[in-house]
């Protein structure tokens, strides 16, 4: 980042990982970040423990898939998923890049051009002291738009109806486009989690207008 932006997330460490986990982080992680001479499809911002990227990956077998986290522990989870018991990755999750910090500083780069961005229950910073932290202001919208190819879509999640209704005005300062035709259910293990406590979730799906 070149100026200092306001940090959207919450911690970057969580409890200790496991000896396994950090072997992960420090031998596999590495060798799977994003590589600016490949040619990338699609990137999911804020990815927790990396269900849906798994997902996304096994949906998408030639397509090559960005995974964006911060948090130490949701990366380590995922790669956790994605290998074997020997560290190696398995054949199917071949096509996912681990980028373990702030997407912006990959965004702001303006290196990749996406088919498809996915931001799946964005942290909702509901205090209204914090709203200055929520990921999904105009600015970024826009950030997103100089990274995504023409006809390309954003598809965002949330289940925090109070954010939803915060991003449709954030979005009235953009040139995007509302398609929910292409509406989709996705269960994560944060949704599962927090369903009892939470409203549905509802899904806003971008295109970028002229
Ligand atoms: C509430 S969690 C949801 C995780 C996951 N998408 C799910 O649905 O289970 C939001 C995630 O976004 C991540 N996040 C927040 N700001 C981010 C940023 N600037 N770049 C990348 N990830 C970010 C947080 O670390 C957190 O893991």
Redesign the pocket.
């Known amino acids: 980042m070149e100026k200092q932006e306001i940090r959207?997330?919450?911690r970057r460490h969580g409890k200790k990982l496991s000896p396994r986990k950090a072997r992960l982080v420090q031998n596999i992680l590495p060798k799977i970040m994003p590589n600016e001479s490949e040619t990338v499809d699609i990137l999911e911002?804020?990815?927790?423990?990396g269900e849906h990227v798994c997902e996304l990956a096994l949906n998408n077998p030639d397509k090559i898939i960005i995974g964006?986290?911060?948090?130490e522990n949701?990366v380590a989870a995922l790669l956790s998923r994605i290998c074997d018991e020997n560290d190696n990755i398995l054949p199917e999750y071949k096509n996912i890049r681990i980028w373990p910090d702030?997407?912006?500083l990959i965004l702001n780069q303006n290196k990749f051009s996406f088919s498809e961005i996915w931001v799946?229950?964005?942290?909702p910073w509901p205090k209204a002291r914090h709203e200055k932290r929520r990921?999904l202001n105009s600015d970024f919208l826009n950030l997103l738009a100089t990274n995504i190819k023409q006809n390309g879509k954003i598809i965002i999640g949330t289940d925090h109806w109070g954010y939803y209704d915060w991003i449709l005005e954030q979005l009235q300062h953009t040139n995007f486009v509302i398609n929910n035709e292409y509406a989709c259910i996705i269960k994560?293990?944060?949704?599962a989690k927090n369903m009892a406590h939470t409203d549905a979730p509802k899904y806003i799906i971008l295109e970028s207008g002229n």
């Open positions: 959207t997330f919450g911002i804020g990815f927790g423990a964006a986290e911060p948090f949701g702030d997407v912006r799946l229950h964005p942290d990921l994560t293990r944060y949704q």
